[in-house]
């Protein structure tokens, strides 16, 4: 069974600064790899997608992941914070066989100072 | 419609009672999925429906929960004699179906939710 571990429940950046969001993952098969994103009073959409190809891949509002096999892991990176990129971020798994549920981590709250 | 549909957006409900959260999908989409969101739990997996497959009902927390997809669409998850700890925001989402390691819109669209309320 797949599993999403998102490190930290809270970061903390200030305007300009590197994002870095930590997504690791357990599955027994090769995984689809996703990161969505929660604005405030808002529901969920997603942020982007791995699924096969490229291990980079590139999402909205300048956010991209990579997808490191050998670690398990999908980190999430924006070079340059924003104050509208406040919102809590959730990782999540499938595997790429038919007929799994995505299973999503804890979530990761990310608040963006002045 | 465009998007997946949740109703009701707020439900109110004394402890005890039955409740019935209702999803209707995107037209076409084949799996849908049922979440309960809490403060500090994340999006935990409740129940997910493939087509014509039996449906993954491992994240069901107890046999209070329950849920069908009638036609292969619209969605209803119901929870008997509902309790405090059942007060969550309820999320349904739906994709298309994924085949053989096809990538074939496997991401997932979700609905605003039901906020439930158990007094």
């Known amino acids: 069974a797949q599993s999403v571990t998102q490190l930290g429940s809270h970061v903390s950046v200030s305007e300009g600064a590197l994002v870095l969001l930590r997504c690791n993952y357990s599955?027994?098969?090769?995984?689809?790899l996703f990161w969505y994103v929660q604005y405030p009073n808002q529901g969920l959409q997603l942020l982007l997608k791995y699924t096969t190809g490229a291990t980079l891949v590139k999402g909205i509002n300048g956010f991209e992941a990579e997808f490191k096999k050998s670690e398990t892991s999908f980190h999430l990176t924006k070079p340059s914070a924003h104050m509208s990129d406040a919102a809590e971020y959730f990782c999540a798994v499938s595997d790429n066989q038919a007929g799994t549920a995505l299973i999503f981590g804890k979530g990761t709250t990310l608040s963006v100072s002045s | 419609g465009a998007g997946v549909s949740q109703s009701p957006s707020n439900k109110v409900t004394e402890k005890g009672k039955d409740v019935e959260l209702r999803c209707d999908p995107i037209?076409?989409?084949?799996?849908l999925y049922w979440y309960r969101q809490s403060l500090g739990q994340g999006l935990e997996f409740l129940i997910y429906f493939q087509g014509n497959s039996a449906p993954d009902k491992s994240g069901l927390p107890s046999d209070r929960f329950s849920a069908e997809r009638t036609g292969g669409s619209v969605s209803t998850l119901t929870i008997q004699r509902t309790q405090q700890e059942d007060s969550a925001v309820y999320l349904c989402?739906?994709?298309?179906?994924?085949?053989?390691?096809?990538?074939?819109?496997?991401?997932?669209?979700f609905g605003q939710g039901t906020r439930l309320t158990v007094v």
């Open positions: 989402a739906s994709s298309l179906y994924h085949s053989g390691g096809l990538s074939v819109g496997t991401e997932a669209f």
């Open positions: 037209s076409g989409h084949t799996a």
């Open positions: 599955s027994s098969v090769p995984p689809y």
